[in-house]
């Protein structure tokens, strides 16, 4: 038998693509297809926050979003046309 040590991960998110786990040295192990990454805690809150800011950017600069189509809602039982 040999004296190697047994990563233990404890899982912190899961989504149907990534999952994020903690590891027994509190090293962070994010899986994202075929990807992992093993981050300490700092990196991975500075990913998180890359990827958030990213997001947001490209969101801004999308040209096929369109404005949300709003209209207007009377109460049930009242006109619109109400004198």
């Known amino acids: 038998m040999t004296d190697s040590i047994i990563d233990v991960r404890t899982p912190l998110a ?11 040295d ?12 093993h981050c300490e805690r700092h990196l991975c809150e500075e ?3 890359t990827l958030a ?3 947001v950017r490209l969101h801004e600069r999308d040209e096929t979003r369109k404005a949300p189509e709003l209209r207007l ?6 006109s ?3 004198p």
């Open 47 to 49: 990913l998180a926050t």
């Open 80 to 82: 619109r046309c109400s």
């Open 26 to 37: 509190r090293t962070l192990h994010v899986l994202v297809g075929p990807v992992t990454l």
């Open 53 to 55: 800011v990213a997001m």
């Open 14 to 24: 899961v989504s149907p693509s990534v999952r994020v786990e903690i590891g027994k």
């Open 73 to 78: 809602v009377t109460p049930v039982g009242t």
